[in-house]
């Protein structure tokens, strides 16, 4: 009991001081604020881009041709052996026959023309064109070796894909998935630097308060645990305007985007829940600099 009613005391203490030093506390929230928007920002960029990139490598497929003389049986054969291939979508295996093709084909060929008519003409046994399959990997850095197995079944003829498109995506995609990693973590070290300077200025300013503290006889751990408790609530307060940016901003900007950038290829991650993990990270990161940069400070710099 006697600890809890200590904490609720050690509470009630940050609220009062927060708002004694009204001034300090707006200018640790304001820096909160502002760094943690530009982290929100980088955040939902990136997963914007890894979204991007991804879409894109699912564009990337496999066409597996297969020999005009197969039989049912053996092209039943070839799809059960695509699906023993760990790295393809078993789910997402599509087969297209000789008619289907030619059918497809018609449709996007003007009636008239010469292709129209000489593929009109073909019956089921002229049909010069190669059934085939079309899959999908599952991780575009597997695409040679999967081409390689795939050409091994019997029956198949031939296997294609844009190998030199995928040659340059792939240390593309590495590349850029590293750099938003990256630019998010600098972002991120640079926040809690700027927090932490700023609650030291705060502290240092109130450094008076402390060493009355200190002489009426007061504990370390006494005289500590009230700036930690407020550097926790000044880095919760912080972060709800990002959090708010974060959820708000982005749900008009994925709305008047008409939930695409730039073009339809380009589709933008939905808000939620995207936004929501966003604004939990955004919490937690401002509630432990406060709490960190107020221990640090009064422990480190006042040498208490």
């Known amino acids: 009991m006697k600890l809890i009613r200590i904490f609720f005391r050690n509470v009630k203490n940050a609220f009062t001081s927060i708002f004694r030093n009204f001034s300090l506390s707006i200018a640790s929230i304001t820096c909160t604020a502002i760094t943690l928007t530009i982290v929100a920002i980088a955040m939902i960029v990136s997963v914007n881009v890894r ?40 789910d997402e295996i599509e087969f297209k026959s000789k008619e289907k093709i030619k059918e497809e084909t018609l449709e996007k060929t003007k009636k008239g023309s010469t292709v129209y008519t000489v593929m009109s003409s073909w019956t089921e046994d002229k049909n010069p064109l190669e059934p085939e399959f079309i899959v999908s990997v599952k991780d575009i850095k597997y695409i040679d070796s999967t ?22 995506m792939i240390p593309l995609f590495s590349f850029i998935k590293k750099l938003t990693i990256a630019i998010i973590i600098g972002l991120v070290l640079v926040t809690m630097f700027l927090i932490w300077n700023t609650i030291k200025i705060t502290i240092f300013a ?99």
């Open 51 to 90: 979204k991007f990139t991804k879409d894109v490598a699912d564009t990337l497929t496999i066409i597996v041709f297969v020999e005009k003389d197969a039989t049912q049986a053996e092209i039943d054969t070839i799809k059960s052996e695509l699906i023993k291939i760990d790295e393809i979508k078993a």
């Open 147 to 168: 081409a390689d197995k795939i050409g091994k079944i019997a029956k198949v003829k031939n296997v294609k894909y844009s190998e030199s498109v995928v040659k340059k």
């Open 206 to 304: 109130r450094r008076s308060e402390i060493e009355i503290m200190r002489l009426v006889g007061t504990s370390n751990a006494v005289v500590k645990l009230p700036f930690v408790i407020e550097g926790l609530f000044l880095g919760i307060i912080g972060s709800i305007i990002p959090i708010i940016i974060t959820i708000w901003g982005y749900t008009i900007l994925y709305d008047k985007m008409e939930h695409h950038l730039f073009s339809n290829v380009l589709e933008m991650v939905k808000p939620m829940p995207a936004t929501l993990y966003i604004s939990g990270i955004l919490l937690i990161v401002g509630a432990l600099v406060g709490m960190i940069g107020s221990y640090g400070t009064v422990r480190k710099y006042l040498k208490i």
